[in-house]
């Protein structure tokens, strides 16, 4: 079994992409899941709201989605961490 990745650097992996994090400890389908349902809420919400928002109001489900996956993957890096030590 490969040596578990520091939880602090899947934390900064989760805040450059969505899923990313994930990915580096092995879950590679949470991971994909995570950032097909940012892109899938990023436009859901880009078609629904006014178009004089700002882009942070257009992909806000988006970026709620992307905040959600961040604690996840730590956590997860956290926990696989600590066991692996």
């Not at 899947?10 to 969505?18: D, E, K, N």
Request: proline residues 6%; aromatic residues 16%.
């Amino acid at each position: 079994m490969s040596k578990p990745v520091n939880p602090y650097f899947v934390l900064f992996l989760s805040v450059i992409l969505p899923g990313v994090g994930h990915v580096a400890i092995g879950e590679a389908r949470r991971g994909l899941a995570f950032a097909l349902f940012v892109l899938l809420f990023s436009f859901l919400t880009y078609m629904t709201i006014t178009p004089e928002q700002s882009f942070i109001g257009r992909h806000a489900g988006g970026l709620f989605i992307w905040a959600l996956s961040i604690p996840d993957a730590y956590r997860r890096a956290r926990i696989r961490f600590s066991v692996g030590s």
